[in-house]
């Protein structure tokens, strides 16, 4: 964590005690079916992870937009709706655990997690991924839709064309699924922490993955399909090759990630224990190659 996201803290601590007694109460004597007593996505750009959000919105609101424009409209991108606490990239608040559904796109170390979180995150052929971002950009930038930090950040990468996103786009983006789990690119971290999760779901098999993840937590989860970017880009088989040489290191974090207990009719686990981070920590410090 950076100095400009320790100083956040302070600052979004005073915001959270507006409606925090509320998110407590509400909270308190909560659980779910598995034991679990909140759920944390962390959400992977480009995955379908959007519709997840949509689905665990819909339970506490019918027009599960209405609650995504409201977290994106409060300061502490808290609400209330139908007598559940969501939370949506607050470092704080996500720590404290005083939620029904949380979601953020922080990497791993940035969200020390309470125990009894039930966490989940959706992973996607990385090419695939890497295709969809790139016309997700191509999109917004083509219709004006793009926010100010977007158009800042990331509308020089596509001047280019995908051969050009491959280029200048900074790594840790291109390969976001890696350094989600593990910043410094090391699959073996990324592996470990990954296996920690609770749920790991797959954008090629989301309806099966969602409905899995609804037994186990007890909610009726319906698909909610959410940010499909409406045209289609050429894509040559050569810019295809490259892309899949580049992100070698993911196909092999996800070929562990499809083995999974919950892909594979195991009980899940609980993750944000002092225990399992501890031995996740313990396997990072020995020494694995960084890839």
Same mark, same amino acid.
């Not at 280019?160 to 090391?186: E, I, K």
């Not at 580049?246 to 999974?260: G, M, S, T, W």
């Given at each position: ?13 005073? !915001? ?23 759920? +944390? ?5 480009? %995955? ?12 506490? =609101?019918? =027009? ?27 470092? +704080? ?14 990497? !791993? ?34 219709? =004006? ?11 020089? !990468? ?70 499909? %970017? ?10 295809? =090759? ?50």
């Amino acid at each position: 964590m950076n100095l400009k996201q320790r100083l956040a803290i302070p600052c979004q601590a005073v !915001w959270s005690v507006r409606g925090g007694a509320e998110a407590r109460r509400l909270t308190r004597d909560f659980s779910f079916a598995d034991g679990s007593r909140r759920v +944390y996505h962390y959400h992977l750009r480009k %995955t379908a992870g959007t519709s997840l959000n949509a689905a665990f919105w819909a339970l506490g =609101d019918a =027009d599960d937009e209405a609650v995504h424009r409201a977290l994106r409209a409060d300061r502490q991108h808290r609400v209330v709706a139908g007598g559940k606490v969501f939370v949506s990239h607050n470092r +704080y608040l996500i720590r404290q655990g005083h939620y029904f559904f949380a979601n953020s796109h922080f990497a !791993w170390p940035e969200i020390p997690l309470p125990p009894q979180t039930c966490t989940v995150t959706i992973f996607r052929d990385p090419v695939a991924r890497l295709v969809s971002h790139y016309k997700m950009l191509v999109h917004l930038l083509q219709t =004006d839709t793009a926010g100010p930090v977007l158009r800042k950040r990331e509308g020089g !990468w596509v001047r280019g064309g995908l051969s050009g996103f491959l280029r200048v786009a900074p790594r840790a983006h291109l390969m976001r699924q890696l350094t989600m789990f593990s910043p410094r690119f090391d699959i073996h971290e990324a592996i470990d922490r990954v296996m920690a999760c609770s749920h790991v779901m797959m954008t090629e098999t989301f309806d099966q993955d969602l409905e899995r993840l609804g037994t186990s937590l007890g909610l009726a989860l319906r698909a909610q399909r959410r940010r499909v %970017t409406p045209i289609d880009v050429e894509v040559t088989q050569v810019e295809r =090759d490259d892309a899949r040489e580049l992100l070698e290191p993911e196909y092999k974090l996800i070929e562990a990630a499809r083995a999974h207990p919950s892909r594979n009719g195991q009980p899940e686990r609980q993750s944000g224990s002092q225990t399992e981070c501890a031995r996740v920590e313990t396997h990072a410090e020995a020494g694995h190659a960084v890839v």
